[in-house]
């Protein structure tokens, strides 16, 4: 097994309390795209991934693991190109504010990546939210300084589950993808880790995922990043 030297975090259900932190501003994302009809802002949040039986959102659902994109393609789809853009530039725009001022950190979060940013690993964040929005959570939550980047999904040519992130840090930090440890709560996260060749595929149970969703993908499953650090010491 090659040493781990560099993390991934996912960004929501990863550092970032999920449920607490997006279920308002996903709402209000729904009403705008329903002009403020509130029975079809609940249809709408229902067929991105919002299932109002359990009270929470779905595993791998569009809004769980998807891109501010994604959740354009899904309630506009007779917008053409330019309209998607333009609702997607308002929506990321929106998140990217909103999200980091109602940002909620996973308990034990911060301590923990203070704690791996002092034994040296090289950290970063790659989530299919906006890289604007992630820069601003990281600086919200008082985290950022110990991070290399900030990926979102507008930085690389294709997001998750797609490579291309792995390759980024990899070109930034000079590490190879054996030496990187993924870590995410969703599938999205872990099929990443498997496509850009990750030494390791971390899957969290703080989020969204269940057990049986991130298993077959997954080297290990933790209930939260808290416990990455004994892992890595003992792995």
């Excluded at 560099?6 to 501003?25: C, N, R, S």
């Excluded at 900030?150 to 930090?173: E, H, M, Q, R």
Aim: aromatic share 8%; with cysteine.
């Amino acid at each position: 097994m090659a040493e781990i030297k560099g993390i991934l975090f996912d960004k929501d259900g990863t550092l970032v309390d999920f449920e607490k932190t997006w279920y308002a501003l996903a709402d209000l994302m729904a009403l705008h795209a329903a002009d403020g009809d509130r029975a079809a802002a609940d249809r709408l949040m229902e067929r991105a991934g919002y299932d109002y039986a359990r009270g929470g959102f779905k595993a791998d659902s569009v809004f769980a693991a998807g891109t501010n994109a994604d959740i354009v393609a899904l309630w506009y789809p007779d917008a053409d190109a330019a309209q998607r853009r333009e609702k997607t530039l308002f929506f990321d725009s929106f998140t990217a504010e909103q999200g980091a001022l109602q940002s909620v950190p996973l308990e034990g979060s911060r301590e923990t990546i203070a704690n791996l940013h002092r034994a040296g690993f090289r950290l970063a964040v790659a989530t299919n939210d906006s890289t604007g929005g992630a820069e601003k959570t990281l600086l919200a939550l008082g985290i950022a300084q110990m991070f290399d980047a900030a990926y979102g999904y507008d930085s690389v040519a294709n997001p998750k589950p797609a490579p291309d992130t792995i390759v980024a840090f990899c070109d930034l930090t000079g590490l190879k993808p054996s030496e990187l440890a993924m870590v995410g709560d969703n599938r999205h996260d872990l099929e990443m880790a498997k496509a850009g060749g990750a030494g390791l595929a971390v899957g969290v149970l703080s989020g969204t995922g269940t057990a049986e969703s991130l298993a077959p993908l997954a080297d290990v499953v933790l209930d939260s990043i808290v416990d990455l650090p004994a892992y890595l010491a003992a792995r």
